[in-house]
Antibody
Framework: EVQLVESGGGLVQPGRSLKLSCAASGFTFSNYGMAWVRQAPTKGLEWVATISYDGSSTYYRDSVKGRFTISRDNAKSTLYLQMDSLRSEDTATYYC???????????????WGQGVMVTVSS | NIVMTQSPKSMSISVGDRVTMNCKAS??????IAWYQQKPGQSPKLLIY???NRYTGVPDRFTGGGYGTDFTLTINSVQAEDAAFYYCQRIYNSPFTFGSGTKLEIK
């Protein structure tokens, strides 16, 4: 059974850093691209970042470029999101998700974790 | 960047009815659209990719259509368990932008 379990969330002050982790099991982690998607309270889904199966390619939404870094450790089957210079507008539940690959790119996210809450506030 | 606009924002449908919701891309995206269902308190679930391909295990009452800039998700014979938010997403090319969602309520 595919499982994705996020951790590392919490309350953090604006301008500070936080690192999220996503432990994967039930599939060959090193064969899949992975992503982070967030959802602010009572709002819709917002794609944050995607990383290729081997970590060689990364993609970010404009509002987090230069502040967030997606990475992975295939030996540990773990996905990470390093979040620096956090802002109040980064407050959200952060989901990790497995990416479906087809003919050269990502065509959806087929398994999702339960999410971890990040609150940026003084 | 491409903007994905969904309509309507919400709709209320009776069990057994057919419902269609819309997703409009600000630029031609071909068939590079996915649809997700998110029930209250749950994580999203992938329903459709490449605009009309039903993902594994998705009931055949869910049908996706469209090409270019205009896309639809149709649910035939709506069931009570279909009450949820539905989101479209641009796929294949970054940024993988989501639409703002359509809330489906069951009367």
């Amino acid at each position: 059974e595919v499982q994705l379990v996020e951790s590392g969330g919490g309350l953090v002050q604006p301008g500070r850093s936080l690192k999220l982790s996503c432990a994967a099991s039930g599939f060959t982690f090193s064969n899949y691209g992975m992503a982070w998607v967030r959802q602010a309270p009572t709002k819709g889904l917002e794609w944050v970042a995607t990383i290729s199966y081997d970590g060689s390619s990364t993609y970010y939404r404009d509002s987090v470029k230069g502040r967030f870094t997606i990475s992975r450790d295939n030996a540990k089957s773990t996905l990470y999101l390093q979040m620096d210079s956090l802002r109040s507008e980064d407050t959200a539940t952060y989901y990790c998700a497995r990416a479906v690959w087809d003919y050269g790119s990502y065509v959806g996210f087929d398994y999702w974790g339960q999410g971890v809450m990040v609150t940026v506030s003084s | 960047n491409i903007v994905m606009t969904q309509s309507p924002k919400s709709m209320s449908i009776s069990v057994g009815d057919r419902v269609t919701m819309n997703c409009k891309a600000s630029q031609n995206v071909g068939n590079n659209i996915a649809w997700y269902q998110q029930k209250p308190g749950q994580s999203p679930k992938l329903l459709i990719y490449y605009a009309s391909n039903r993902y594994t295990g998705v009931p055949d009452r869910f049908t996706g259509g469209g090409y270019g800039t205009d896309f639809t998700l149709t649910i035939n014979s709506v069931q009570a368990e279909d009450a949820a938010f539905y989101y479209c997403q641009r796929i294949y090319n970054s940024p993988f932008t989501f639409g703002s969602g359509t809330k489906l309520e069951i009367k």
